[in-house]
Nanobody, 126 residues
Framework: QVQLVESGGGLVQAGDSLRLSCAASGRTVSSYTMGWFRQAPGKEREFVGR??????????YYVYSVKGRFTISRDIAKNTVYLQMNSLQRDDTAVYYC?????????????????WGQGTQVTVSS
């Protein structure tokens, strides 16, 4: 079993930055695909981005709306994945979840991820 705990959420103003962390325990997740998702009030859960391990390193993928503003990285020694969010906008307001896919696949669909954190709230005010 893998436990995921997100942290780093909060209330910020538009244009500010936040870094979310997702600390994994139970197993090493260095080979797992780690995804970030978000869910705004009244909306469905949305894929934000993922980091996929490769032999040559890692590859990252993002939903179009956050490309160039959000960056996913991982610290293997800390078994932690990060979501750096810059130039935050009101539309980024949501609960952010990290998720793990042990198969190391390259999928944006939530159904491909077996483990989920409890989420952390990000609120962006104008």
């Amino acid at each position: 079993q893998v436990q995921l705990v997100e942290s780093g959420g909060g209330l910020v103003q538009a244009g500010d930055s936040l870094r979310l962390s997702c600390a994994a325990s139970g197993r090493t997740v260095s080979s797992y695909t780690m995804g970030w998702f978000r869910q705004a009030p009244g909306k469905e859960r949305e894929f934000v981005g993922r980091i996929v391990s490769r032999w040559s390193g890692s590859s990252t993928y993002y939903v179009y709306s956050v490309k160039g503003r959000f960056t996913i990285s991982r610290d293997i020694a800390k078994n932690t994945v990060y979501l750096q969010m810059n130039s935050l906008q009101r539309d980024d307001t949501a609960v952010y979840y990290c998720a793990a896919d042990p198969s190391g696949g390259n999928d944006y669909r939530a159904s491909s991820y077996d483990y989920w954190g409890q989420g952390t709230q990000v609120t962006v005010s104008s």
